[in-house]
């Protein structure tokens, strides 16, 4: 699947509970990832200011909160460069909330703004995936709702 299309899913599908039946979220797609993707950022909520994502991490099998999930975020700086400023690992409270303040995302050649988010919790397969902000925003919310390991 081409990354545009995969960016384009992310917007039109937020995360949610079903309206009928048993209790089970939506689960969040999941993108190929992102070459400029480095693991352990340091543990931080603020790599800038002037945007804020929030969201909490839900389990896909009952909509629950996960409570100390490790959400790392990267995007790119406002001269539209990656750098190890603006990487960032949150780990989320105990109703699976995560906040992460920053600039908003540098734009790059081809591509809209955007964040970068990788969840990684036991029990569950890694998500990877991007949270678009609309243009002169200066918050944004996305929920994750993460698929268990079979």
Not at 33 to 61: E, H
Not at 111 to 116: G, T
Request: charged content about 20%; glycine content about 12%.
């Amino acid at each position: 699947m081409a990354m545009g299309a995969a960016i384009a899913l992310l917007v039109a599908s937020p995360a949610g509970a079903a309206p009928s039946g048993p209790a089970k979220c939506t689960l969040t797609p999941s993108d190929a990832g992102d070459p400029a993707y480095r693991p352990n950022a340091p543990v931080r909520s603020s790599v800038g200011t002037g945007f804020v994502l929030s969201g909490v991490v839900r389990s896909g099998i009952d909509c629950k909160p996960i409570p100390r999930a490790r959400v790392e975020l990267w995007l790119r700086g406002p001269d539209g460069q990656y750098d190890d400023a603006h990487r960032a690992t949150v780990i989320t409270d105990a109703a699976g909330r995560y906040r992460l303040q920053s600039n908003f995302p540098g734009g790059g050649d081809y591509f809209q703004p955007h964040i970068h988010i990788r969840v990684a919790v036991s029990g569950f397969r890694p998500l990877v995936t991007v949270f678009l902000p609309h243009p002169g925003t200066r918050e944004g919310t996305m929920d994750l709702v993460l698929e268990p390991e079979m």
